[in-house]
């Protein structure tokens, strides 16, 4: 008994002979996907407003690892990774400075540290100099 060699059972592999995503023999993987730099360009993008926002020089060197990182996708995928975690995590640390230097404000203007009263000099007569 011959069988074809399009016979689903007794064919050489899986699928349609030449077709990009043939399976191979036992114990071969398909290829895996290209690396992709959607997380750099978020890592990028975020440091970038952050910049704009509020904390800019803190989230200066988040903007530069994230841009190495999206020039590394495609040669060297891990230090790419790696970059990309570093730039996420140097985002969380300007959010996190930004936080407190702002409770920091409200708590000093609530308490009444940055009045200007008594603060500038003034003449004999009480005219602010």
Not at 24 to 45: D, E, F, H, K, R
Not at 66 to 92: C, E, H, Q, Y
């Amino acid at each position: 008994m011959s069988h074809s060699p399009h016979d689903p059972y007794f064919g050489p592999g899986y699928g349609i002979p030449g077709h990009p995503n043939q399976y191979g023999q036992y114990g071969q993987y398909p290829p895996p996907p290209p690396a992709s730099n959607g997380p750099a360009v978020a890592a990028l993008i975020a440091n970038i407003l952050l910049t704009i926002t509020c904390c800019g020089l803190l989230a200066v060197p988040g903007i530069v690892t994230a841009a190495v990182a999206m020039s590394r996708v495609n040669t060297d995928p891990v230090s790419a990774k790696n970059l990309t975690n570093w730039s996420w995590v140097i985002f969380g640390l300007a959010v996190l400075v930004g936080v407190v230097l702002l409770v920091l404000f409200f708590a000093l203007g609530l308490s009444g540290e940055l009045d200007e009263t008594g603060t500038a000099p003034t003449g004999d007569d009480g005219i602010r100099i």
